[in-house]
């Protein structure tokens, strides 16, 4: 799976990018999941700033793909809403719920991504915000940049800034954790409360391997736009499906993929609201997948996985399609899982109450236990595991 993803131009654990800024300050609290400013808007020693920014990656090769295969243009809107979801999600993790500010920032290729495709972007991200408003998330879209870079872009990169100013009483940070905690995973799939349609649980993570592991070689050759040319033939669209093609689920295997990214917000917002003092942590389990919270253990630590959620189809199709080794699954893509609230048993119980008022399904899924070390293991039903 390595030498794939090496082969393809990409990074599961971002190694180059933690070298390049191992050295810049890491803000007030180092172990939150966000970077924590000091208010240099408001000047304020009681409050902070908040910026971050990420976007929906590679799956817009997919809308792509899909809209120009089918003529569907809501897949566009899905991709403003990855890219949204991508930012907000990560904020939650410090017990920021705004309100937000936003600036989108796309890219594209005007000769492939015509006038209607970027309005459909726009409009989606007020749309969404629109409806994050009805469960409370406060959210304003401040503008952005919208470029014409067909020399640097093959199709479309949607991108985005969200900030926000808060109380530092009511941040999350991962300070806390302890032995004796208890994480509890908030499932990826199913549909929510607040959901259209069945999530498969894709997210924004690992799309370049799923893409090219799942979908049939003949895109390459009537899109070449959506490959990089240097790419060796061999790790280029090597998968059985098509776009088209229909699963065990509503949703068709180009739909399955591009799931929009589902947003843990109104949850969160609720369980803050009533159990604040015993959140411990959250994580967003989005690059690095099941081991992501590697990164945030505040010292020597040993987080235990061994009682994930069932994992959903996609991520079976994605695995056998592959033939990718189980524990680099488990640190690709979130496997059915991508947020995880650390806290004690009593409250545990309390949080997946509130997520199973919204429909989704929630549950004890590890421990967390002294160690010499950092580390993270996932015992499943495919093997043991161990990151550090």
Known sequence: MDNRYNLRGVSAQKEDVHKAVAKLDKGLFPNAFCKIYPDYLGNNAAWCN?????GAGTKSILAYLYWKETGDMSVWKGIAIDSIVMNIDD???????GPFTYSST???????????VISALINGTQEYFD???DHGIEVHLLGGETADVGDVVRTVIVDGTMACRMERSKLVTTEKMRPGDVVVSLSSYGQATYEDEYNSGMG??????????????DYAKKYPESVDPDLPDEVVYNGRYGLTDTTD???????LILSPTRTY????LKVLQEHFDSIHGIIHCSGGGQSKC???????????????????LLFNMIQESAGTAWKEMYQVFNMGQRLEIFTDKDTAEGIISIAKSFNIDAQISGFVEKAEKKEVIIDSMHGNFSYC
Do not use: F
């Open 131 to 133: 409806k994050l408003a």
């Open 91 to 97: 904020l939650l993790c410090v017990g920021a719920t």
């Open 106 to 116: 796309i890219g594209r290729n005007k000769h492939k991504i015509p006038g209607d």
């Open 204 to 217: 924004s993570n690992g799309l370049t391997s799923a893409r090219h592991e799942l979908l049939k070689k």
């Open 294 to 312: 590697l990164h945030y253990l505040p010292g020597p630590l040993r987080v235990v996985k061994n009682n994930l959620l069932p994992i959903p």
């Open 265 to 268: 917000a109104p949850v969160v």
């Open 249 to 255: 689920t509503p949703l068709n295997v180009g739909k």
């Open 50 to 54: 908040l910026m971050h920014a990420d």
